[in-house]
């Protein structure tokens, strides 16, 4: 059964930094498919916070994540990765990687407006707490 398997979860102190891994499993999403890192905090919605493009690369960031996250992915190793530093209280949240085909949705509209419908992955829980 397809899967998506999120890792990399921990508490860490203000303005640490973790590494979140997504490899997906019984399902290759190394060509035509656009992955995106979601996090949902207890009592608000769901957002996008960054989302990496099927072939070219092309990204999209949230604004609250820019200049401190940085999304990647290793078609070899089928896993996205997602780089967090100057992690602030926020962020705070469960992560969870999504993927969506390419013909489906564009890379901002997956991150933004039109989350992947198919392709979730459990989440892994960040805490930044002092």
């Known amino acids: 059964q397809a899967q998506l398997v999120e890792s990399g979860g921990d508490l860490v102190q203000p303005g640490g930094s973790l590494n979140l891994s997504c490899v997906a499993l019984e399902f290759s999403f190394h060509h035509f498919y656009h992955v995106g890192w979601f996090r949902q905090a207890p009592g608000k919605e769901r957002e996008g916070v960054s989302c990496i493009g099927s072939t070219d690369g092309s990204t999209y960031y949230a604004e609250s994540v820019k200049g401190r996250f940085t999304i990647s992915r290793d078609h070899a190793k089928n896993t996205v990765y997602l780089q967090m530093k100057g992690l602030k209280p926020e962020d705070t949240a469960v992560y969870y990687c999504?993927?969506?085909?390419?013909?489906?949705?564009?890379?901002?509209?997956?991150?933004?407006?039109?989350?992947?419908?198919?392709?979730w992955g459990q989440g892994t829980q960040v805490t930044v707490s002092s």
């Open positions: 999504a993927a969506e085909h390419e013909d489906i949705v564009t890379v901002q509209n997956m991150c933004t407006v039109d989350p992947p419908q198919h392709y």
